[in-house]
């Protein structure tokens, strides 16, 4: 093609302003060059930049581009179509070999014709897609990413993290929609034992799954002394919707994640990096939920079989027990028979005597009794006796000391502002003073005084 279209161009160099052509002939040289280079169908490799179905017509678009090996940048870009003649046989038989539609980012090899139209420009029209090469391409991806991991250190380290005897507090990486994880939810459900489940949403196939399930488990490891483990889940699904699986940056992600992480991604067929990277992985959630409870279950059996063993141990030590006591019993028996007939005779003695020494010590105490309640009687009689004559002699002294016999004497209490007057020196003339005698009070007037 390039050949055909220099000499096209070497033709027109030494032609002169006079001898023109038009824009139509110029590109119509053009078509007859492509149709010439390429007269059949030709394969080639490229990556779907974008795909878009017509709905109307039927047709399929594509974006084709080649990226550069250093920076990614697209160094080749066109646009090619399939027709709706060929759209359901391409797509059926692509779907069917890969389990998914074609897409952007997938690698893939075309059979296409090149088209030139003088009006429309330079086109591709795929006639044929070889599904094989798009799954190699992916094949191959995930083997250098695996090398890149082997070749940082990375692929066994969440392996090698000591994996919890009963998990019970498990972060959940899964969608909330996803069939995958009522299934799972379910399982753990139906389970004797009690574990919890904590949901991290995340996308967890197609478009922006990665970036998803790398938050996800950012989230889960800014909390990871609050879970035993986390475990990644979704449905089943076709082979390309594990490629977010495949990537160096998820992968990395699980490989350094502070706890051990279990993937169980719905697949049957093959193993995503994630997989081969991640501290346990199963086949669906469904696999993960009976792991879980068969952790719980084994170390729940383990725990009653170590019971019992300590039953059966104790049960041949309370046997021998038994017949040790049996023998000390049958001893213990034949001693204390003798000691209890000993210990009768003596309890009998003892207690006639007893009974005789308590009759006598009753007699005394009555005789003592009956003596001292006389004299008791003859005591308080003179006490009272006694106390009648002080409480007289008591009662004349009060009477005699009273203030109403020492006023009748001819005394007067003398006050000033209510209080008594006892010295004439508190007092100065013209105070007024209040006296009181036997029979009534009187106020005066203090005209002088005297301390003589």
């Known amino acids: 093609m390039v050949a055909n279209i220099a000499i096209i161009f070497r033709t027109f160099v030494y032609m002169t302003p006079e001898k023109h052509i038009s824009l139509a002939e110029l590109l119509a040289?053009?078509?007859?060059?492509?149709?010439?280079?390429?007269?059949?169908?030709?394969?080639?490799?490229?990556?779907?930049?974008?795909?878009?179905?017509?709905?109307?017509?039927?047709?399929?678009?594509?974006?084709?581009?080649?990226?550069?090996?250093?920076?990614?940048?697209?160094?080749?870009?066109?646009?090619?179509?399939?027709?709706?003649?060929?759209?359901?046989?391409?797509?059926?038989?692509?779907?069917?070999?890969?389990?998914?539609?074609?897409?952007?980012?997938?690698?893939?090899?075309l059979k296409v014709n090149v088209s030139f139209h003088?009006?429309?420009?330079?086109?591709?029209?795929?006639?044929?897609?070889?599904?094989?090469f798009t799954l190699g391409e992916g094949e191959r991806r995930k083997r250098e990413?695996?090398?890149?991991?082997?070749?940082?250190?990375?692929?066994?380290?969440?392996?090698?993290?000591?994996?919890?005897l009963v998990p019970q507090r498990v972060a959940v990486i899964s969608s909330a929609t996803a069939a995958g994880l009522q299934d799972f939810c379910n399982h753990i459900a139906d389970s004797p034992y009690r574990i919890e489940l904590t949901l991290f949403e995340?996308?967890?196939?197609g478009n922006g799954a990665e970036s998803s399930i790398i938050e996800a488990l950012d989230e889960v490891a800014a909390r990871a002394a609050n879970y035993d483990l986390v475990v990644i889940i979704r449905g089943g699904g076709s082979q390309s919707d594990l490629e977010c699986f495949n990537s160096y940056p998820l992968a990395s992600h699980v490989a350094q994640f502070p706890l051990p992480v279990v993937a169980g991604i719905g697949h049957d067929k093959d193993h995503s990096v994630v997989d081969h990277v991640a501290a346990c992985s199963l086949k669906t959630p469904t696999a993960v939920a009976d792991f879980l409870v068969a952790r719980a279950e084994g170390y729940h059996n383990e725990v009653e079989n170590i019971y019992?063993?300590?039953?059966?141990?104790?049960?041949?030590?309370?046997?021998?027990?038994?017949?040790?006591?049996q023998l000390l019993g049958a001893a213990l028996a034949s001693t204390s028979s003798t000691r209890i007939t000993d210990s009768n005779m003596r309890l009998e003695r003892a207690a006639f005597s007893l009974r005789h020494s308590t009759q006598r010590h009753l007699e005394a105490a009555t005789s003592f009794l009956e003596r001292t309640s006389l004299s008791l009687n003859h005591s308080a009689l003179r006490l009272i006796e006694s106390a009648r004559n002080g409480l007289a002699v008591a009662e004349s002294t009060v009477k005699?000391?009273?203030?109403?016999?020492?006023?009748?004497?001819?005394?007067?209490?003398?006050?000033?502002?209510?209080k008594a007057l006892l010295d004439v020196s508190s007092l100065s003339e013209g105070q007024e003073i209040d006296i009181t005698l036997a029979h009534g009070r009187a106020q005066a007037t203090i005209t002088s005084k005297s301390t003589k």
């Open 29 to 109: 040289n053009v078509k007859q060059s492509l149709t010439e280079r390429f007269p059949f169908g030709i394969w080639i490799s490229a990556e779907l930049g974008e795909v878009k179905l017509n709905r109307y017509s039927g047709h399929c678009y594509l974006e084709l581009i080649e990226k550069g090996d250093k920076d990614g940048t697209p160094k080749a870009k066109a646009s090619a179509a399939i027709w709706r003649s060929r759209w359901g046989l391409i797509s059926q038989q692509f779907i069917q070999a890969t389990g998914t539609q074609l897409a952007a980012g997938m690698q893939v090899l």
């Open 118 to 132: 003088e009006a429309y420009g330079f086109s591709l029209v795929v006639s044929d897609i070889d599904p094989t």
């Open 145 to 164: 990413t695996l090398a890149a991991l082997q070749a940082n250190g990375l692929l066994e380290l969440n392996r090698a993290l000591p994996f919890p």
């Open 202 to 205: 995340a996308i967890v196939q």
């Open 308 to 325: 019992s063993q300590i039953g059966v141990l104790v049960s041949h030590h309370l046997i021998a027990a038994g017949s040790q006591l």
């Open 400 to 418: 005699s000391s009273s203030p109403e016999r020492i006023l009748s004497m001819g005394f007067a209490v003398v006050r000033s502002g209510g």
